[in-house]
């Protein structure tokens, strides 16, 4: 299979407080789903859902798949997207709010290893509502991937092209790819639905490498990014595509991923202009009184831009002081009117009644059985007196840790296969806040032990173990004592299975 550096997803004034409604145009969808062939290849048990989320990280599921195969999720939906579901491969499906959806996945591919992504979508049969969509959209993103993005080239020349030489040649790309798309639409007679979304993902998909190209060239010939950002390698009419932006309102955009991550890009593209003095003032502050360093962005953003520029800054800095557990720093600052669209504005009152919640009155999955900061002199001694008689797999972690979240589907899988045994798995957050810490385990359904350790704490135990940072993995036996100090990742299933299967016997 294809695989590519640059892939078809790519996947920041005082006011009070006030009460807001999450949108009435949130929907409640249930997708099902099934294996084919799932008895037969057993150990292929993992599923992982992608759904895109402004403004750029994508929110991901781990539903169980039953010994028969079938699973189901449920996703609250104000706008139609394209998923990704991953089980071996990386399927996309459309789902629009309140839609009924079937997804069937042949497992065969597997066995039978796809060499075309053609041959690979027709193992995903999605059913119901959006059946049309998906079928659509599916044969498009095969037709592409085979025969029209030639992602090595793409990659070849934006290594060689310089400033307007690469706008030029990803101009040209766009045209190319618009054509195959009109050559697509007349061979299979698809839906005017399907032809808006295309273009759209098409457009966006290319101003996304365009935001990308700066850090990309460097990097592609071994150059050191600018302190300046941009500013050294590209022209200001590198970005002139942006001017039609200015005053641009379209809700179906936020249908296609290509869009979301357009809007991630243009974020940092205007984050990446902010004079490097302004933004050493805006850290400090920022860092030492959370209040003034706000106030500062602020005020600046609302002198320096407008229009869409001003609502997708303002809006993306504060959903992401929101996802990083500063809702009871925000919460008597924000002022939600300073965002003019209500596109923009609804997603961000979403994100703050949703990390109110948490906050305030969460409702934690009984599988949960989290501890906030446990404050006993010696800690290690009492959780081998918790669990005792259990081998003991620790999991040193943070919600800012990529590696960190990047394991988490695998131990998942490391559940499923113990949960009928003496095992307890048991999730030690360091470095954190405590807001983000439980929204990360909630959103994330990360199941198990779980304690915010204090900074004492965590420095006690990584004396003891030799930690010198995360994620970092222990295995402890039935009666307390160590094990491996280093245990293997969930992601090396098999050798760590046989040192556990070891300690029970």
């Given at each position: 299979m294809k695989t590519a550096l640059l892939t078809f997803f790519a996947l920041l004034v005082l006011v009070s407080c006030r009460k807001t409604e999450i949108s009435d145009k949130v929907q409640k969808t249930i997708v099902t789903g099934e294996i084919v062939g799932f008895n037969n290849l057993p150990d292929y048990n993992s599923l992982e859902i992608l759904v895109p989320q402004f403004p750029g990280k994508a929110l991901r599921l781990n539903p169980s798949v039953d010994?028969?195969?079938?699973?189901?999720?449920?996703?609250?939906l104000e706008d139609a997207t394209n998923i990704l579901i991953r089980y071996e491969a990386t399927f996309p499906v459309f789902i629009a709010p309140g839609d009924s959806v079937h997804i069937i996945i042949d497992n065969d591919f597997i066995s039978n290893r796809s060499?075309?992504?053609?041959?690979?979508?027709?193992?995903?049969?999605?059913?119901?509502?959006?059946?049309?969509?998906?079928?659509?959209?599916?044969?498009?993103?095969?037709?592409?991937?085979?025969?029209?993005?030639?992602?090595?080239?793409?990659?070849?020349?934006?290594?060689?092209?310089?400033?307007?030489?690469?706008?030029?040649?990803?101009?040209?790309?766009?045209?190319?790819?618009?054509?195959?798309?009109?050559?697509?639409?007349?061979?299979?007679?698809?839906?005017?639905?399907?032809?808006?979304?295309?273009?759209?993902?098409?457009?966006?998909?290319?101003?996304?490498?365009?935001?990308?190209?700066?850090?990309?060239?460097?990097?592609?010939?071994?150059?050191?990014?600018?302190?300046?950002?941009?500013?050294s390698l590209v022209p200001p009419v590198f970005f002139d595509f942006l001017d039609s932006m200015k005053n641009f309102r379209e809700d179906e955009l936020f249908e296609t991923s290509s869009y979301i991550n357009f809007l991630e890009g243009y974020y940092l593209y205007e984050r990446k202009k902010i004079p490097v003095d302004t933004f050493q003032v805006y850290n400090r502050l920022l860092d030492t009184d959370f209040e003034k360093g706000y106030k500062y962005f602020?005020?600046?953003?609302?002198?320096?831009?407008?229009?869409?520029?001003?609502?997708?800054?303002?809006?993306?800095?504060?959903?992401?002081?929101?996802?990083?557990?500063?809702?009871?720093?925000?919460?008597?600052?924000?002022?939600?009117?300073?965002?003019?669209?209500?596109?923009?504005?609804?997603?961000?009152?979403?994100?703050?009644?949703?990390?109110?919640?948490?906050?305030?009155?969460?409702?934690?999955?009984?599988?949960?059985?989290?501890?906030?900061?446990?404050?006993?002199?010696?800690?290690?001694?009492?959780?081998?007196?918790?669990?005792?008689?259990?081998?003991i797999y620790i999991d040193f972690w943070g919600p800012w840790c990529k590696p960190c979240m990047a394991e988490m589907p695998y131990a998942k899988q490391l559940k499923e296969k113990f949960k009928r045994e003496d095992v307890t798995f048991v999730y030690l957050g360091v470095q954190s806040s405590e807001a983000s810490w439980q929204s990360t385990i909630k959103e994330e359904g990360?199941?198990?032990?779980?304690?915010?350790?204090?900074?004492?704490?965590?420095?006690?135990?990584?004396?003891?173990?030799?930690?010198?940072g995360v994620p970092h993995y222990v295995l402890l036996d039935r009666q307390g004592k160590v094990a491996l100090k280093s245990a293997p990742r969930p992601s090396n299933k098999e050798i760590l299975v046989k040192e556990i299967e070891k300690l029970l016997r």
């Open positions: 010994k028969f195969g079938r699973f189901w999720f449920r996703l609250d060499e075309t992504y053609r041959d690979l979508y027709d193992h995903l049969k999605v059913k119901g509502t959006s059946e049309r969509m998906n079928k659509d959209i599916s044969g498009f993103l095969a037709y592409c991937e085979d025969s029209v993005f030639h992602h090595l080239a793409l990659n070849d020349s934006l290594k060689k092209y310089t400033g307007m030489e690469a706008r030029q040649f990803l101009d040209r790309e766009l045209g190319r790819y618009r054509e195959a798309l009109a050559h697509f639409n007349a061979m299979n007679n698809t839906s005017e639905h399907f032809k808006r979304w295309a273009q759209n993902h098409l457009k966006y998909r290319i101003w996304s490498i365009l935001f990308q190209y700066p850090a990309f060239h460097a990097y592609l010939n071994k150059m050191e990014m600018p302190k300046d950002g941009y500013n602020v005020n600046y953003y609302q002198t320096v831009t407008s229009g869409f520029s001003k609502d997708v800054v303002l809006s993306s800095f504060l959903y992401y002081l929101l996802e990083d557990g500063k809702y009871n720093d925000l919460k008597y600052l924000i002022d939600f009117s300073l965002i003019e669209d209500d596109k923009f504005r609804g997603k961000v009152v979403d994100k703050f009644n949703y990390e109110q919640k948490l906050v305030e009155n969460p409702e934690l999955n009984p599988d949960f059985n989290i501890d906030a900061k446990v404050r006993e002199n010696d800690f290690l001694q009492n959780l081998i007196t918790k669990y005792k008689n259990n081998v990360i199941e198990g032990e779980h304690f915010l350790l204090t900074d004492e704490q965590r420095k006690q135990l990584e004396n003891i173990f030799g930690i010198e």
